[in-house]
């Protein structure tokens, strides 16, 4: 079994639509994480970022960490086709060497239809 | 852009073969970290270095290694090439130690035929 779960989809949604991307984790060690999109041909890039649980929100982007339940989601409000692409979990423990190691999941590969 | 430079694009080479792997950091970055992306294994992360130094090691074979040289950018050599490992490597950096602001170039598409 995999440290970090995702589905990969494909997901499409039209555009407008919220959308939910989600992933779940087994090592109770990690304290940080990311979400990453990665376009096509292209290295990922982070969005977003967050350090144990809770909320954040970026513009059309929310980031939720649910440590209890090992469980993680990004939320796009009013998506554009412009965020066609995969999305890629990350996370990593904290202390020592620890905070260089990501462990990524599979990435969900979303597309939004105008 | 994100700052971080890989060379070459793509590298197509043959099975017993050995490749090295150029990276920039970003300007100021003193971590560089090496990924490994495939189609069954997602992205692997393999190696960091910091300031010269090994930091950080993951899942990197024996046949790989990388360095980091005094001028901050990095090399990942892969040798006796097997057909699996054709892969995108990706080379991130970072400021410090931390994983969580790290830039991503663009990665090198190796072909091992």
């Known amino acids: 079994q995999k440290e970090v779960e995702q589905d990969p989809g494909p997901l499409s949604v039209p555009e407008g639509a919220i959308v939910s991307l989600n992933c779940t984790y087994s090592?109770?060690?990690?304290?940080?994480f990311m979400w990453y999109r990665q376009y096509s041909r292209k290295g990922p890039e982070l969005l977003m970022y967050?350090?144990?649980?809770g909320n954040k929100e970026d513009g059309r982007f929310t980031a939720q960490v649910d440590k209890s339940s090992k469980y993680i989601s990004l939320f796009i409000r009013d998506s554009q086709p412009s965020d066609s692409a995969t999305y890629l979990c990350?996370?990593?423990?904290?202390?020592?060497?620890?905070?260089?190691?990501?462990?990524f999941g599979q990435g969900t590969i979303l597309t939004v239809h105008p | 852009d994100s700052g971080v430079t890989q060379t070459p694009k793509h590298l197509i080479t043959a099975t017993g073969q050995r490749v090295t792997l150029r990276c920039s950091p970003r300007?100021?970055?003193?971590?560089v970290y090496w990924y490994q992306q495939s189609l069954d294994q997602g992205l692997q992360f393999l190696i960091q270095y910091y300031n010269g130094e090994e930091r950080a090691k993951g899942n990197i074979l024996e046949r790989f290694s990388a360095q980091q040289f005094p001028d901050l950018h990095s090399e990942l050599n892969l040798s006796s090439l097997e057909l699996g490992d054709s892969a995108l490597y990706f080379c991130a950096s970072s400021k410090g130690t931390v994983n969580t602001e790290a830039f991503f170039g663009q990665g090198t598409r190796l072909t091992v035929v």
């Open positions: 090592n109770s060690a990690f304290q940080y």
């Open positions: 990350a996370m990593s423990a904290a202390g020592g060497t620890s905070y260089g190691k990501l462990t």
């Open positions: 967050t350090y144990s649980s």
């Open positions: 300007s100021g970055d003193l971590s």
